[in-house]
């Protein structure tokens, strides 16, 4: 039987993998992969507290849809950004942004 903590293993894997992703990357898609795992193991954890801790209350799955409809927004601001810079440096490595260095 799959209980709570099952569920709460696998966010920790999923989050600590995009968590990994968006730090060690350099290339900004990369990142952006990371960023969007890391809102899915929030899912996956608002989902199993709804579902084990509140049974039949639809909270967990509305900030789920609220979270995805971010993560969403952020995506496609984020490629608009990427796919920017690309033009302007014809690179999307993460490094060789400096315009806000000293």
Request: hydrophobic share 60%.
């Amino acid at each position: 039987m799959i209980t709570l903590y099952h569920f709460l293993i696998l966010g920790a894997l999923v989050f600590s993998i995009g968590l990994y992703g968006a730090l060690a990357k350099r290339s900004a898609v990369a990142v952006l992969m990371g960023v969007e795992l890391m809102l899915n193991a929030v899912n996956i954890n608002l989902l199993a507290f709804d579902r084990y801790l509140n049974p039949g209350s639809l909270s967990g799955n509305i900030f789920a849809i609220f979270v995805i409809v971010v993560a969403a927004s952020e995506v496609a601001v984020g490629l608009a950004l990427i796919i920017n810079i690309y033009r302007d440096r014809l690179t999307t490595n993460v490094d060789e942004f400096d315009w806000l260095k000293w």
